[in-house]
C-alpha cells in the first residue's frame, strides 16, 4: 500500500523558515517524481514544487521560487521541503505527492502537514 | 494565472446525476488533454478520480466519468451516493510557467 506521511509543520513567524519532511514506503521511491503541493481555505490548491527521479532537477512555483527548496533522499524514501523566508501567505497545508514520468497528475498524496505564518 | 472555474456547490438525490464543470482557457483545457479531477472528503487528503481528460485509476468507480470540449471540461457522477458527499476539484497541465493549475473546487451535496 503506497502511504505519503508529512512531517516538520507547525507556527513560524514571518521571516522565519521551517522543514517539511515526507516519509514514503510502498512503492519504489527512487523511481517517480516527487511534488508538493498546498491548499488553502481562500486560494484552492496550489502547485509547489516539483523534482524528477533522475538527476534531482526542480521546478518552482513563481510564488515560492528562490526561497523554497525541494529535496530528496532515495536512500531514506524521502521527501524534503525546506521553506526559508515564509509569509502570511505561505500559510496552507502542505501536501507531497507523486507523479510517474510523462504524466500530468497526481497518483497518491499524503495526509498533509499545516504550515502557520503569523506574528 | 487564473484558476479553472468550477461551480461553488452541486446538489442532488441519491441516485441522480449530477455534472461538474470546469473551464479554462486556450493555454490549458483548451490545447492539453491533461485534465484530472481530484475528490477530497474533509479533513483528507485529495483522490485521483479520473486523469487524462476520461481515464480512471484501477479501483475508481466507473459512476465518474469524464469529457472536455473546448475549453470546457466535466466530471459526471451517476448514480449518486452519500458517499460521492465531497469536494471536488479539476486540475490541467499548462503551458505557463507554473505547469498546472487547478480549479476553483466544487462541493457536492447529497440530498
Redesign the interface.
Known amino acids: 500500500e503506497v502511504q505519503l506521511v508529512e512531517s516538520g509543520g507547525g507556527f513560524v513567524q514571518p521571516g522565519g523558515s521551517l522543514r517539511l519532511s515526507c516519509a514514503a514506503s510502498g512503492f519504489t521511491f527512487s523511481a517517480y517524481e516527487m511534488n508538493w503541493l498546498r491548499q488553502t481555505p481562500g486560494e ?4 509547489v514544487s ?1 523534482i524528477n527521479s533522475g538527476d534531482a532537477t526542480t ?1 518552482y ?2 510564488s515560492v521560487k528562490g526561497r523554497f527548496t525541494t529535496s530528496r533522499d532515495n536512500a531514506k524514501n524521502s521527501l524534503y521541503l525546506q521553506m526559508n523566508s515564509l509569509r502570511v501567505e505561505d500559510t496552507a497545508v502542505y ?1 507531497c505527492a507523486t507523479k510517474v514520468y510523462g ?10 502537514a499545516l504550515v502557520t505564518v503569523s506574528s | 494565472q487564473s ?1 479553472l472555474t468550477q461551480p461553488a456547490s452541486v446538489s442532488a438525490s441519491p441516485g441522480q446525476s449530477i455534472t461538474i464543470s470546469c473551464t479554462g482557457t486556450s493555454s490549458d483545457v483548451g490545447s ?1 488533454n ?1 485534465v ?1 479531477w ?1 475528490q477530497q472528503h474533509p479533513g ?5 478520480l479520473v ?2 481528460v476520461t481515464n480512471r ?1 484501477s479501483g475508481v468507480s466507473n459512476r465518474f466519468s469524464g469529457s472536455k470540449s473546448g475549453n470546457t471540461a466535466s466530471l459526471t457522477i451517476s448514480g449518486l451516493q452519500a458517499e460521492d458527499e465531497a469536494d471536488y ?1 479539476c ?1 490541467s ?1 499548462t503551458s505557463t ?9 466544487t462541493k457536492v451535496t447529497v440530498l
Open positions: 484552492g490548491l496550489e502547485w516539483y521546478y512555483s513563481d501536501y504524466t500530468t497528475y497526481f497518483d497518491y498524496w499524503g495526509q498533509g | 484558476a492539453y491533461r484530472s481530484y483528507k487528503a485529495p483522490k485521483l486523469f487524462d485509476p476539484y486540475s497541465f510557467r507554473i505547469f498546472y493549475v487547478f480549479g476553483t473546487g
